[in-house]
Every structure is written in C-alpha cells, then in structure tokens.
C-alpha cells in the first residue's frame, strides 16, 4: 500500500515546482522570524524572493552541528515556544543537547504522515499490530514511531526499549505484526528467545523497521531468517525531524526520500560544491513544510548517493543508498550518538588523569560496548589501588552522565597509549560488522 499516493507517486517536475514554492516560503519565514538565517541569507546576498528553482538551493548557506550549538537552546526556532507542543533531543558534539521543537501541525502533518509512509513502504496497514520497542522519552524513535502508527490506525504497542522477555510474550499475546527498533536490537531479540528457549514461531511478525544506526546486507539476512520477516531500513535524524526522512519500500532498492518535506542533495563534503545524481557524497537535507525548526542545508555527515529513477512500487520520490559512512567521528553507540570530543571534555576536567585516551568498542553480542581507557598521571600511578578504583568509579559516573550511556573505564599506566604523529588514533573499533 501507498500511504500517499498523490506525493509519493507525483511526477517529478510537478514536485520540483512545489518544493521551490515551499522552499521560498521557508526562506521567507525564516529571513522574518530567524535572526541567525537573516544574517547568513544577508552575508550571502539572499532575498527569499530569489528562489526561482531547485538549482537556487546551492545559493543558501549550510547549516552545522556547530551551529546548533552556538544557537543552543532555541536559536533556531522560527515560532516562539508557546506555539510547539514537544521538544525532543540528541546529542551534540560536546555536552549539550541539540533541540528540536515540534508545532502541533508538525507533528501530525509533517511528522506522523511521513512516519505512516514509511510503515506503508515497509508493508504495514491499519490492520497491523505495530510493536514500537524504540526507546520513549527525548529521543526521537519512540514517540516518532508512534504517532505515525497512529496515524495509520495501527494498534500500536509503545513497549519501549529494555526487558527482552516482556517483549517476546507481548508481542506473542498481542499478535504483533510489525516489529520497529535498532537492527542490533533485532538481532538481542532473536538471541534471547533463542537463550529462553522461547520458539519464535509462536509470534506472528511479518515486518521489521530497523534504523538509527548503520547496519549491512548480512545484518539484513540474520534478522529476516532469524525472526521470519521481512526487514525494511528506516532513516531520519532529530534535527531534521527524527525518523521519518526515508524509508525503504518493498523493493528494497535504496530508501524513498519524502522529498516533498526534506529535500535531500548530495555534496562534495570537503568543498561543499553539489554532486551530480547518483555520486556519493555527504547527505544535505532542507526542511520546507516544518513550521517550528525547519532546518536550512544540514550537514547530515552521513555519506549516501541519491537514485533519481522511479522505483519498481511506482514511487517517484528519490532513493538514497543504505548509509556507509558518516565524515567526522561520531561513533553510534546502542543507538546514541557519541563524540570522542564530548569523551575528551570530560576527561579534561579530571585532575588525575593525562589527556591520553583510546576508546575501545567491542560487540557482546548484538550490543556495542565502548571501554574508555585513560592514562593515569605519574605522579598517582604508585597510589594504592583503592584510590585509582575511585577514580575510575568517579570517571565512569561521569562520562555516563554526559554521554547518556553505561561506558566501561579503565585507567592505564602512564605513556601506555601510543603517542601518533598528526591525528591521534582514539578509536579502536573491534566490533564486526553486525
Ligand atoms: P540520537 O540517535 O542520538 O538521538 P539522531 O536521531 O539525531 O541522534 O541520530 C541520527 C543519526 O543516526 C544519523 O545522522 C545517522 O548517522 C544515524 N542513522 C539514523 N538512521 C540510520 C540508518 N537507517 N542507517 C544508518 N545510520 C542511521
Ligand atoms: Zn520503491
């Protein structure tokens, strides 16, 4: 089923019309409402009123992580907060969180309709039992999910993420038929039942929307043999919206950008210059119909290329490639998103500790654990044992605090941790591929 045929199938100059009209309407609003795109629209010599096509989209100024940091909390916003209804969040570079805010109409005509695509893309109805085990709470997936679902006229189980069992019997009890969370969670699921004893075919899956983090082919393979589903790769990220940018259809050929809401362009990441169709670059995505925080050019760091060609379910919206890399450092750890640099701030403020850390991930399992190593300084490596146990404890609270995730800590000698020339290797990544 298409949940909307009439954007999702439109023919491609109709739609390149409407995105110009409501990306010059964005400009506009955001040139009255925004001081910060005001100054960046007169730095660059724009008026909303030059936007005449799609091409005028290379002319606007790229907005940063950097630059919702700078902006933090509400800099961005181009309504005023009693107009939103919800906020939610992710992690920055450093410690703070960038914010989004959502005006009602955001969320159920932008947000929850693109959210009802994407399960319409991965096979759903309103016939489905849609099992929700994305985390609720600031982040985006589990409310994300869940409106849309409703939207839909799913029977939508917010379970949330945590206590495998539970999940396993709810979802047998309640004749679960679509199953939404990380892939790597997924992939716990099948391991507990298998664990338990639990025998998956007594639940009734028929689809899985797995996202938020990078997961391959093979990845694909397990979870379909292993819970009986079909596994549909979902996209989005919370300064643009949160999940809901794309999904991926039954034919399973790239991810349908809902570009009637985010248009999507693919540049050079190191002169920004845009790419021509189909190479592979850095993801930019433009909000045009949000009204609380539509983002101008947003530098998504995650590395795709865009397939223009109407896709074999009749979609004519684009297509871009499962995500294969991401240009900084970000590491995704459970589905979090974490920086060395919000590692580093951290260890900085810690008087007996040098600034020479390794990050260390392993997989146990399905899940990522990061184990951050730390040199102790000279001066407290003879101390006794207790007190360096203390200061673990003291780092490890810490860090946990900040990153919104459980790390491991372990303090080495001094001048343990190999000095590099040029950029310093921080981490090291064990994990296989999932
Ligand atoms: P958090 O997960 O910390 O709340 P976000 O939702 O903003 O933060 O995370 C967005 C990022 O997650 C994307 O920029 C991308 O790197 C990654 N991501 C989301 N969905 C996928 C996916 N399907 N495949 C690969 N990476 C994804
Ligand atoms: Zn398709």
């Given amino acids: 089923m298409i ?260 248009i999507p362009e693919v540049i050079d990441p190191d002169s920004g210059e845009p790419l021509p169709p189909g190479e592979k670059g850095e993801l930019v995505l433009t909000c045009i119909t949000k009204r609380a925080f539509p983002i101008i050019r947003f530098r998504t760091r995650d590395i795709t290329r865009l397939d223009y060609e109407t896709c074999a379910c009749g979609r004519t919206q684009p297509r871009m490639e499962r995500i294969t890399g991401r240009t900084d450092d970000m590491l995704i750890i459970r589905g979090v998103n974490v920086f060395p640099s919000q590692i580093e701030e951290v260890l900085l403020r810690i008087e007996e500790v040098e600034p020479h850390y390794q990050l260390v991930l392993t997989r146990e399992g399905h899940l990522d654990n990061l184990e951050v190593q730390v040199e102790v300084s000279p001066a407290m490596f003879s101390d006794e044992v207790r007190k360096l146990e203390a200061i673990e404890d003291r780092i490890r609270e810490r860090l946990s605090s900040a990153l919104g995730i459980r790390v491991g800590v372990k303090l080495v000698e001094p001048r343990s941790i190999e000095r590099s020339i040029g950029k310093a290797k921080r981490v090291i990544d064990k994990r296989e591929e999932v």
């Fill in 3 to 262: 949940w909307d045929p009439y954007y999702e199938c439109m023919d491609p100059e109709e739609r390149t019309k409407l995105q110009v009209r409501r990306l010059r309407e964005t400009v506009a609003r955001l040139n009255v409402n925004v001081p910060w795109y005001r100054d960046r629209f007169a730095e660059k010599g724009i008026e909303p009123g030059d936007i005449k096509s799609l091409d005028d989209l290379r002319h606007l100024p790229f907005t940063t992580k950097d630059d919702l940091r700078e902006t933090y909390p509400l800099g961005l916003f181009a309504v005023p907060p009693e107009e939103c209804v919800r906020i939610h969040a992710s992690s920055g570079t450093t410690g703070k969180p960038i914010i989004a805010g959502y005006t009602r109409d955001d969320i159920t005509n932008v947000w929850a309709e693109t959210i009802a695509r994407t399960i319409a893309c991965g096979g759903g109805t309103s016939h489905d039992v849609l099992h929700n085990a994305y985390g609720y709470g600031l982040f985006t997936g589990g409310l994300g999910l869940h409106y849309g679902g409703e939207l839909m006229g799913c029977l939508v189980i917010p379970a949330s993420g945590g206590n495998t069992e539970r999940q396993l019997m709810l979802m047998e009890d309640l004749g679960s038929t679509i199953l939404c969370c990380t892939p790597s969670y997924a992939l716990t699921i099948a391991d507990v039942a298998e664990n338990i004893g639990f025998d998956l075919s007594r639940i009734k899956l028929k689809s899985g929307l797995f996202g938020a983090e990078p997961w391959s082919d093979s990845a694909r393979e397990s979870i379909e043999e292993r819970l009986g589903l079909s596994a549909h790769d979902i996209y989005g990220l919370t300064e643009v919206i949160g999940p809901g940018v794309a999904g991926e259809c039954e034919a399973k050929a790239g991810l349908h950008v809902y570009d009637d809401h985010f």
